[in-house]
């Protein structure tokens, strides 16, 4: 069916196609040095994989609110049933067994399988902290057509002693964010930051019971960008509960944004055993406020082997066998992926050893902090980078093909160095003080 | 010096097909970017992320260009949803900018606005010119979903635009 409105729309696509920029000469072998792009987390890199090879400038502007925690855009399932944390005052996990089918179980029961258009899977084991207690896993989500990542956070406990299970005591899967959860004498507060518009709801569970204590609806324009968030601040009161599990929920719409889901427990200080209370707080910190926005200086937490969290003023770098962060793909198996997070903000990039990738990583990685003018960049270089420098000479460590630096503003340039000399330039990153605009 | 050429030409044999893929499918990969993703500076990388992707599976593909298109088409599915906007706060230095008069320029942004498999469907219909079959396969839906993001494009760009 012609209409009027169809010769416009072809003229125009002919107009922009015509004006497009098209490099001329662009050799197939940019392809063969480009990582391709892990899905919804990586496109920052995808940018600077080309800015790269132009020796170009990336100018990345920091959040003019910086009191306003990073959010990024993911989205999930629709959260329904019931998932109670059990009895919190002894603190009981909500199923005994590994992390990974503690993990599995929560999944299932916040975003059933029964729903065709929604599936979840955990990414990959388990990662420890140094102390053993804690666990982080990614898992995928795929609402509708999208693939999104998630991380769980989990806490292990042992009641009755030797007998221990895990606890789930966050969600995130970014696009909302739950801060500053206090419950103290019957009152709960707190924020959601979400950048994802639509009408969000927000639920305040009865953690031993599950049962509803009570839900507000709260409308998110559509102005809402990525950086420039919605921070939405609510407070229930008379409340009875010892803890409370707090989720948000926005369906979003099932194009563009898609849904985001968060969910973050809180307990009354009254609880019996302290230590775990702490470890409770820290946790819950860990997700819903992000333990880096107070913790401002650097901390390696390094872990065996192949798994490894690295933290660095807010920043968790964690180094998984395999793809994440997208589509699965079996071409991608064995890959060595770097996934950075901070707070639900997550971006990964893989690199491959089969020759497919970069000969010298070039890829980087670059994620802003809770802090202002302040980011990290990172990267996998393959063996035979020897060496990574900055501009001034200074060498940054490489950790099982890992490097990162912390960042102020300014620009930024690395160079890498491989064993047999040859040298080439990453990237120029370019930080703009807060409050400035870019160039 | 004989075995040296025979090397050269077994070299080039083996790179040879996704070279001249490449060469042959760039610079319409890029403008199809262009007009998914709405962004002229982002079109190159949105178009090499596509071939990169394409070409992990090169060898073993029926119709690569179909795959191509189908993987463009995700690829900018994909930088919308997420790094899109994240991409939003990188600014490169003399990124181009494309002037358009008034009215392309509004029609333009009543485009954008769309969600994407309703822009998506736009252009595939009126700029690749593809049957409603080939856009169900590009964007991995039904006929009839095709049918339905289409008229729903053109009834908001109606309801959104002067006469």
Redesign the interface.
Known sequence: MSTDLEPRIRELFRDLADQTTITPDVHPSIVSQRQPSSGRWSYALAAAVTVTLIAGVIVVQTRRDRSEPASTVHEYGDPVGIFPAGDVDRVVAVAYGSPSDVAAAYLVDRFPATDAEMSSALLNPPLYDSTGDRAVLLFEAVPNESVSTGRLTMLRVEDPPGDAGWVVVSADIGGAQLGGLELDDGRIVGTVTTDVAGRGLLTVHDAESGDLIDEETTDIPDGTTLGEPEVIGFEVGDVSARAVSVRFWNPATTEESGPVFAESLVREGDVSTPSTSEQWSSVTDDLALGPFATDSNSLIESLTGRQEIVRARGVSVAITDGYQGGPPDPAMAGGLCLATTMGGTGRSLCWWPDGTGTSIATSTLFVETNEPNVGIIASVVPDTVASVTDSAGRNIPINDNVWYAVVGAGLHTYFLESADGRKQQVLTYGIVPMGSAPG | MTGARRTVKNAKSE?AP??VF??TH??DT??LA??LSGS?T?????A??A???V???FGRLDNPAAYLRTTTVN?C?????????????????GS?Q?A?PP??AE??DA?KAL????RAV??LR??LDLSEADIAAAL?CRLGTVKSLQSRA?AT??KE?PR
């Open positions: 790179i996704f070279a490449f060469r760039y610079a890029v403008r262009r007009l002229n982002f079109a190159e990388d949105l090499q992320d071939f990169t992707r070409q992990r599976h690829t599915r994909n930088w919308h949803r997420g790094r899109g906007r994240e991409a939003a706060n990188i600014r490169r230095l181009p494309i358009l009215e392309a029609l333009s485009i969600p994407y498999r309703q736009l252009v009126f700029w991995g053109l760009l109606r635009l």
